[in-house]
């Protein structure tokens, strides 16, 4: 992928993430386990963040291995490829904890949005 793509899948990541976290706010395990709709709309969001991950470019990914690239993909891998195998208790773990360490990761890296 072209490096010049790399704000936007940035962007991408960061707005998915700030979604899960949206998502969760005030609900326990518990609720999240009960509803699926809201189970699907945070593996959808994760599904993202995974593609676009693997869509920055890997001279980015070098310069930046503070971001777990390689579980990210993977995870979303395990989603789209083996939704059958997914347990609700490690999303959910993803959701309440990797995904804020990934927004603030990123939050340095972002470019600012441009002005209109």
Known sequence: MPP???PVYLWDMWNAARGVVE???GIDLQHYQADENLRFAIERRIEII???ARRVSPG????HPEIPWRPIIDQR???IHSYDEIADERIWQLAISG???L???LAGLIP???ED
Do not use: S, T, Y
């Open 4 to 6: 010049d793509r790399d």
């Open 23 to 25: 998502a969760i706010r």
């Open 50 to 52: 995974g593609e676009a």
């Open 60 to 63: 980015f990914k070098e310069d």
């Open 77 to 79: 891998n395990v989603l």
């Open 99 to 101: 995904i804020p360490r």
């Open 103 to 105: 927004i603030e990761q």
């Open 112 to 114: 600012a949005p441009p």
